[in-house]
């Protein structure tokens, strides 16, 4: 399935990752040129695929209305992360991720 088109950013990804295949690119360019590209992937992909949070909100034992209570989210946004609508921001990874980390630890 393609991935809907952020306004223009999943493009400039796609545009900065041929950049980089392109042959005499300085290295200060290139570097510059590779961290675009992360930063802009994170904005497409997300920082966490939607599998692992799905699988990280059922190990957890919640539902996606006891998540968004828990992330300050809607249950709609919860939604759209598991379903890969819109990608999920660090910001929100991070928080479901020390969420586990306090619960497996007791």
Same mark, same amino acid.
């Given at each position: 399935m393609a991935r809907p088109n952020w306004d223009g950013i999943s493009e400039a990804s796609q545009l900065l990752k041929e950049v980089l295949l392109e042959q005499g690119l300085s290295e200060a360019v290139e570097t510059r040129v590779r961290r675009a590209h992360e930063i802009l992937s994170l904005?497409?992909? !997300?920082?966490?695929?939607?599998?692992?949070?799905?699988? *990280?909100?059922? &190990? %957890? !034992?919640?539902?996606?209305?006891?998540?968004?209570?828990? *992330?300050?989210? &809607? %249950?709609?946004?919860?939604?759209?992360?598991?379903?890969?609508?819109?990608?999920?921001?660090?910001s929100i990874a991070e928080k479901l991720r020390e969420l586990c980390d306090r619960i497996e630890q007791g």
């Open positions: 904005k497409v992909d !997300g920082a966490m695929p939607k599998e692992e949070f799905r699988e *990280l909100r059922r &190990r %957890l !034992g919640r539902t996606q209305e006891d998540l968004a209570l828990d *992330l300050g989210k &809607r %249950l709609r946004q919860i939604s759209r992360y598991e379903n890969g609508e819109v990608p999920i921001p660090a």
